[in-house]
């Protein structure tokens, strides 16, 4: 792939992003646009009001009524981890192995010095920060030290500042991460970890689930912390634990914090929000608000957070001066790991929007996402059809900022920076997605989608009852088959051929 350098594509930005509010601005450190990057967790593009939800969502809306929608936007796989290191990274995770969904001790997946998105608004000037969910690892080859200088991390990648949920928060260690240190941690009260044997004498939901406010139901039956039990074991840093209604609150005021500390100077803010991961546990306000159970109530939280963010941007006098992106980091699920009543209380919210699978799966549910682009020199609601990858925002942005693409460390992010800012139509050939296994799947840009053969169970097995378009045959879907029902693979021979041959070039590309 070749190398972006394009520094006409500084002007580019100031005359289409900066004209709006400031025509006679010049290049300078005063005058170039802030980026707010909201990147939600387990948010399916249905999820959404303006999408036809049935919970109410005015404040994401705002972004997509006045910004533009993009009907077919990916993250570059079905869960967190992956999607996340690509969107970072600019590569696939599947290029290489120990990069599925992340143990809440792993080690940093991102090495040190690498390029990033972060690194290059950094290298551009920008003030940056990653506030929120991590799980890429943290630490060394022994993985976090949990009780002194967690290193290398985010400070590692670009990141000036980070404030961190380390994994998940079904997953221990329930702690901040601040910067390099865990936040309130009391040094004669350390940190035990582990994802093998039980340590510690707290008490676990399999061998005590009367103390239980929050029951699990696959899974997540280990260390309890503020009534939930978790994936792992854990001890210590009492002083340092955190309160599951509290957390969302907690991100906005780092978030507010960061924003209104940047000055004048220029800053790149990943929100990186934990709802509506599990566990789904809303601040007291919310709880018992949607009419759908904890899943709407953290939906409605969600959005919520949204708001305070550009109520923040708007006081601070940098709403009209700054680009958000909002997007998640792949599709919906409803029973995860906890009894939420998700299935039972949906009644007619369809999370999916329409699409076939969920979570996990191959299907489109999986990985096509919510996103849209809204800030000043965006057109104002307008719809985006065209195919557009998570991963191609380090080369669209090293671009717009003239930076060079390391075609090393980024080697399947491509610049489409027309594409995101609404001047293009002309978008991808091609995208990978990645299910769970291992199983990948490519979409092209005529609106075809081919799923290769494979011998998966054909429901994720372990409980949330989502298909996993797993199939012994080969399948090929239109994209306008929203629901994947017609499998054109023997109808269509040629076309079928055609994709699978695109689809191991991807995948044999150095």
Sequence with gaps: MAQYKNLSALFFLLGFLLKPYDSSAQWGKDNIPNVVLIYTDDLGYGDLSFAGGKIPTPNIDKLFG???????????????????????????????????????????????????????????????AVIGKWHLGLGGADGPDWNGV???????????????????????????????????LDPSDPITVSYGEKVGDWPTGKENPELLTTMYSHGHDQTIVNGVSRIGYMTGGK???????????RLVEESRKFISNSGNQPFFLYFSTHDIHVPRIAHERWQGRSGFGPRGDVILQLDEAVGMILNHLEKEKKLDSTLIIFTSDNGPVWDDGYVDLAFELIGDHDATGGLRGGKYSAFEAGTRVPFAVFGPGIPKGETQETIFSQIDLLASFASLLGQSTDVNSAPDSEDHHLVLLGKSEEGREGLVQEAISGVLSYVSNDGFKYIPPSNGAAIVPWGPKIETGFSEKPQLYTLSDKREVENLADKMPEKRAELAKKLQAVIDQK
């Design 66 to 128: 006045e910004g533009i929608n993009f009907t077919h936007a990916y993250s570059s796989a079905a869960t967190c981890t992956p999607s996340r290191y690509s969107l970072l990274t600019g590569e696939y995770a599947w290029r290489s192995k120990g990069r599925g969904v992340a143990r809440g001790n792993a080690s940093a997946l991102i090495d040190s010095g690498r390029q990033t998105l972060a690194s290059v608004f950094k290298e551009a000037g920008f003030k940056t």
């Design 150 to 184: 967690i290193s290398p991390g985010p400070l590692d990648i670009g990141f000036d500042e980070a404030f961190l949920i380390p994994a998940t928060g079904d997953r221990v260690p329930t702690v901040f991460v601040k910067n390099d240190r865990v936040l309130n």
């Design 239 to 249: 002083s340092a634990l955190w309160r599951d209604e509290d957390i969302s609150d």
